[in-house]
Each structure stands twice: as structure tokens, then as C-alpha cells.
């Protein structure tokens, strides 16, 4: 690992794993990567639960890591790889807060209780972000403003005194290319920096899967009402029909 990732997901972290990647620090672990790799939340649940973990086991096939769930064991990854250097993503706190709330704050209920229930890999990935960033990171009080934002706040703080300065870049998306690619030793690409405004598509992704999982159930039951109307329906025709040919070719 040479890069590791202190910022809090929707500070601009797709952009920074794509931008990662062109400039050859990847592959560059991001939550959707762990969505991918349900061992990594085995790992994730093992740290949790207060036993020593190898974080090779996660990211052994990875240059570089922003996003969650890594940006909450920062300091654990800063000592398992402590030549790393460290990436610190920002953008406006309000911004940050609206965003997030809107997004992968609200999945955590897009799936319905069945399908939790029903599928081992959702459960334990809800569950241990639950425990490492809702109830842990922002001590289950996200949903109040004030509070998730002074954490948000204290993160870039803490960073800013803990890591030397000359590891570390504070950056903004925004910004583009010229910081980052100074702070690495690496040419500025020919190509634009990627802008990677997901929360379109994030937000009908959570429309679907909460539409969807709790439309599920009634689907079959909708279903073989539908086969039994249309069975009653097939009979009375039939039985129509023969009553109409037996007038018909009965004596007149």
C-alpha cells in the first residue's frame, strides 16, 4: 500500500480512485471494492471484534485506498504501512453532510428486512458498516447535523497532526490535477481529471433495491392469484363455449 486514503466517502473518493488509477497507483480500494469482496468484511468483522488482524488480507492487491471502510482505520493502516504516504480528501462540510445523507447514509435501509435476512453477504456488510461507521464513527448520532459535521471536521484536524506534513496532501477534487500529481512526483496527464458525479445514479440504485425488495414479496403471491383467475377464467369460457355449440347444434 502506498497510498492510504483519511477522507470521508462522498469527498469526491470515486473521482480520486479513477484519478489514482490513471496515474498508476492502482488498484485502489474503495467501498464499492469491498461490496465486490465479501472477505474483506470477514476482516472488517474480526477487527471489530477486537482481534489482531493482518490488513494484508484486504489489501495486499492494492496500491492505494480511499473511501470507506479503510478512511475509518487509518491509523491501523498508517502503522501496518507506515511508508505510505497519506491523501486527505475535503470539500464543504454542508455539502458534505447533505450529500452523504442523501446517499450511502440512506442505503443502509434500501434493502428490506427480508432480504437481509435472507442474504448472509448484505447482512454482514450492513452490519459491520453499521458498527465501524454510523454507531462507531459518528457514535450513532449521524443524523444530527451538527455532530456528524464536527466529526467530519476533527477527522482533517487529526490527520493534520498526526501525519508529517511532508506525507501528506489535504486535497479537493476540484482542484484536479497539478497537486496531486506533484505530491506523487508524476506528470500531469494530457486528459481532463475525472469528475465522477455518482449521485444520480447512487440514489436510483437505493430507489430500486427499496421499491424492489419490498415489491418482491408480493410478487408471487400476485402471481398465482393471477394463474388462479386466469384458470376460472379459462373454465367458465370453456364451459361457454360448450353450452353455445350444444344450442347451436341442438334441434331447432
Known amino acids: 500500500m502506498e497510498i492510504i486514503g483519511t477522507g470521508f466517502g462522498r469527498t469526491g473518493t470515486l473521482s480520486t480512485q479513477k484519478a489514482l488509477e490513471l496515474l498508476g497507483f492502482g488498484p485502489c480500494h474503495h467501498m464499492f471494492e469491498a461490496f465486490k469482496h465479501p472477505s474483506h468484511f470477514r476482516v472488517l468483522e474480526r477487527h471489530l471484534m477486537g482481534e489482531a488482524v493482518d490488513w494484508s488480507e484486504m489489501f495486499s492487491d492494492y496500491r492505494s485506498q480511499v473511501d470507506f471502510p479503510g478512511a475509518v482505520i487509518w491509523r491501523e493502516l498508517l502503522a501496518a504501512y507506515p511508508e505510505a504516504r497519506v491523501l486527505h480528501t475535503v470539500r464543504d462540510p454542508d455539502r458534505w453532510y447533505d450529500s452523504t445523507s442523501s446517499t450511502i447514509y440512506r442505503a443502509r435501509s434500501a434493502l428490506a428486512p427480508w432480504a437481509r435476512r435472507w442474504l448472509p453477504v448484505a447482512r454482514r456488510a450492513f452490519a459491520v458498516n453499521d458498527a465501524l461507521i454510523w454507531d462507531g464513527l459518528f457514535a450513532g448520532r449521524f443524523e444530527d447535523r451538527a455532530h456528524a459535521i464536527q466529526t467530519f471536521e476533527r477527522r482533517t484536524a487529526e490527520v493534520i497532526a498526526e501525519v508529517p506534513a511532508e506525507r501528506l496532501l489535504i486535497f ?6 497539478e497537486p496531486l500529481c506533484e505530491f506523487l512526483g508524476v506528470p500531469v496527464p494530457d486528459e481532463p481529471f475525472p469528475h465522477l458525479n455518482d449521485s444520480v445514479q447512487f440514489k436510483r440504485r437505493i430507489w430500486l433495491s427499496w421499491w424492489g425488495t419490498r415489491a418482491l414479496p408480493w410478487v ?25 355449440k350444444s344450442i347451436v347444434g341442438g334441434p331447432l
Do not use: Y
Not at 479537493?172 to 490535477?177: H, I, S
Not at 386466469?230 to 360448450?242: K, V
Open 172 to 177: 479537493n477534487v476540484a482542484d484536479g490535477w
Open 220 to 244: 408471487f403471491p400476485v402471481l398465482g392469484l393471477g394463474g388462479v383467475i386466469a384458470a376460472f377464467i379459462r373454465r367458465r369460457s370453456h364451459a361457454a363455449e360448450s353450452l353455445t
